[in-house]
């Protein structure tokens, strides 16, 4: 091979190596997740990821500096965005690939829901079909900003922190379904473990805003009061 090859063939693996080196890090990898759901401020990443502020902006700045993530000011505050939609899916194939590929995935997530009672989870087609007929009612527990940037039809956003002095909204008559970011995050987990032992019947669902997307299902954006609840 000349040495004209061998040089670019270097440099491009360089390059590919750049995307590598930025996700090589736990942390990243949660803050990169956090930014598939939608944009948001230094302050609120470090407060979801339990980083410092000084901190998250350091894996940020590694982020933006593979092209994975870009910023904008506003006001006094910077605000992070994934830099382009294959940046979600390059993090879904990813994750997709450790769950297929890794046993530990799926070990560790049998053992934390397996701990709560909370393993099964409903899935999108029953959820349509439930929600379709009356049965179910449908919580988005994760932080308003996500439910804005995105919700399934007919939500409630009730965030996890607000949802105990928020029981009395609820039908106690309906099945509750409650989502999050996905088959990894525990948010929808603490939610049926907190709503069962109120009595309510309550479920998850695992799937998050992005593989609703990815299944070609419709998705909402907060035009209307997200605290009020659609009728069966």
Not at 13 to 42: H, M, N, W
Not at 85 to 110: D, I, K, N
Request: aromatic share 6%; with cysteine.
């Amino acid at each position: 091979m000349s040495r004209t090859k061998q040089h670019y063939k270097e440099a491009i693996y360089a390059q590919f190596a750049r995307i590598g080196k930025a996700v090589a890090s736990p942390k990243r990898l949660e803050l990169l997740d956090l930014l598939c759901q939608g944009e948001r401020t230094v302050e609120t990443l470090a407060r979801e990821a339990g980083l410092s502020v000084a901190n998250t902006s350091q894996h940020l700045q590694v982020l933006r500096g593979a092209h994975l993530a870009e910023a904008r000011k506003q006001g006094l505050h910077v605000v992070y965005r994934i830099a382009d939609p294959q940046v979600a899916e390059f993090f879904h194939a990813l994750r997709t690939l450790a769950q297929t590929q890794l046993a530990e995935v799926e070990q560790l997530s049998r053992r934390f829901f397996n701990d709560r009672n909370e393993l099964e989870a409903v899935d999108r087609h029953t959820l349509l079909d439930r929600v379709r007929t009356g049965i179910a009612a449908v919580i988005d527990v994760r932080p308003p900003e996500e439910y804005q940037a995105g919700h399934l039809p007919g939500a409630l956003s009730i965030p996890l922190p607000e949802l105990r002095r928020r029981l009395a909204e609820l039908p106690r008559d309906r099945e509750i379904v409650a989502y999050c970011r996905g088959p990894y995050c525990v948010l929808s987990a603490e939610a049926v473990e907190m709503l069962r032992a109120e009595g309510f019947q309550a479920v998850r669902m695992e799937d998050g805003v992005q593989e609703w997307q990815q299944q070609g299902l419709p998705v909402e954006k907060a035009s209307r009061d997200p605290r009020s609840i659609d009728s069966p």
